[in-house]
């Protein structure tokens, strides 16, 4: 049978929040469970080389990284206490309320699933089955994408993931790369591409700096973004990276593997501008990032309240302790709207500490981040008119290889505008990844060209019956446990 | 399976070297890069192909969310290159139906 840890409170993620958040609960007082599906702490922002290579890493290579050290101090100093309980390589597929609707006494059970089935890694990784008084989520969230002809050829990643694969590994996916999309992020990537010997062609970004001009009050609340933005113009300078605004990536080329782009410049909504077309020829990579998909399948599979944010990502509703409409659940970091490691960190204290039953004090510097998050996302909007930018025949699930033509039919000829419909007409979403690729740009063809998704379509594209894919053998042993 | 010419020169940095094989070629990796990084650094950035067109697929979101980048790992399937560690000795096998000659 799964062994089974309890726990006062656990946390899902130990990416910024989800590390704030168990260290927070340890030294108020809790036991504290850790489930992450990475094989060490960090998250995303902090991804970096397995510890059992490089076993020395000074944070370098992003921002905070005194941050990640004085946190990682005390969550290995709360295991060494045994305070902390961490269960690295892990998913939680599945996460159920152990008496629901039974106020603040709520309890919950979390299922595992290794990350990876591989017989050399499975020994140290075992299914376990988690139960605890509080829950705190913090799964993070991943890059939005937004597809155009030939986004489907090998050598187009998502810019996070060109990122990712840059601090996990310490070398770069390709040589010569083309980064495009919209918002801040975009600048860190081109930055680590080119100070890892990459060369960048050029940064499309899809808005426009006068974008910020109604916003700087926010803008300035915020100085240390300031000094990361001088940072990475130094960068962009020193490597010659051109920067162009209003510019979109209309087609990637190629045939089996990325070998160019065209691009284009774009008005205000997004739509091309005849005459402004180029190309950029022997490119081996590119990377697309429009923003972040908060990941709230968990959330969402215990009905949390959610609303829209300001780029238009479904969120979970929470009050000033981080705690959800359902009593006892905790969410942080970018399930509560995409606001970057700094913001996640003080969720995830708040989360922890509330978790584990002490005292929130109110944040001013949360509310400032905040603050110019909402700034950021609306200066760096989805482009209105980005489905111009389809040909009938581009893929939009790359799953379930769904065009564009396949969903627009469907939404014409058959009603369908909500992601659930369009999924049981096309497919679309029902393949290996469940949606979380195409689930966002699914939502806004259904909505028809110019329209916002709404949240109920949105959810209904994260709402995912399983939160990662499992064996069989997990399944049925459920069946016999809970029976 | 896709091949591309600048995947050779990338440099490496770390010490010492792992030794896996994919579709029974030889590949050196270097320790604590995942699949993923191996198979890319090796120039092979495609090693799995869809079910309906056939389209090769290889990395895309570098972190477990997308699926595209699935290999079989020492007989188990279905694994996610960008997730697995490389260890000595790992048998990948990709699922490009027509990979003869391209290597
Ligand atoms: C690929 C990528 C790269 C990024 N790189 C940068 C960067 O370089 N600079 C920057 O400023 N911002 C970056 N970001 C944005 C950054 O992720 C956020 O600002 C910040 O990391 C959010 O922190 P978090 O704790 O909410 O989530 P995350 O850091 O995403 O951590 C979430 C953790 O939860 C785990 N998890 C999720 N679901 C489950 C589950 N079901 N079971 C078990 N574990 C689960 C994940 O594996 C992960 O370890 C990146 C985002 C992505 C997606
Ligand atoms: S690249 Fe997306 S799951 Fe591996």
Redesign the pocket.
Known sequence: MTPIVSADVAV???????LAAAVAAAESGAAVVL????AQP????W?HRPETVVPEQEGKG??GGRTYLDLRARFDAARGRGRITYLPG????MAQQLHPVQGDDAGFTLR?TPTAAVAALEASVGTQTVVARRLVL??????RQLPVPGWDLPGVM?A??I??FI?ANGILPGKRFVIAGTGP?LL??AA?IAEAGGKVLAVLESSSPTAWLPHLRAAAGVPEKALEGAEYAAVFARHRIPYRTRSIVTEVLGTDHVSGVRTARVDADGRVRPGTERAYEDVDVVGFGWG?TP?ME?PLSFGVQTRLDADGSLVGVVDERQQSSVPGLFL????TG?G??TL?VLE?LAAGTAAAGGTVLPEKTAARHRRFAEAMHRAHPVPPAWQDWLVPETIVCRCEEVTARQLTDARESLGARDTRTLKSFTRAGMGWCQGRVCGFAAACIGAGSGVAPTAESLSGSAKRPL??PVGIGELAALETTDN | MSTHSSGETWSVNTPGAVNVSFDGRPLVAVPGQNIGAALVSNGITAWRSTRKNARPRGLF????VCFDCLVTVDGEANQRACLVEVQEGMEIEGSCPDQGGRA
């Not at chain 1, 489930?35 to 990475?38: E, F, I």
């Not at chain 1, 913090?138 to 890059?143: A, H, Q």
């Open positions: 899902v993620g130990a990416g910024p929040a989800g489930v992450d599906a990475g960090g998250g995303q922002f991804r992003h921002h892990l998913q939680v597929w595992t913090c799964p993070g969230g991943y890059d998502a996070g993931g990122q990712a601090k992020f860190p990537v680590n972040f990941q968990l942080a970091g970018e399930v995409v970057g490691a996640a995830g939160a990662a | 979101c570098g972190i477990g």
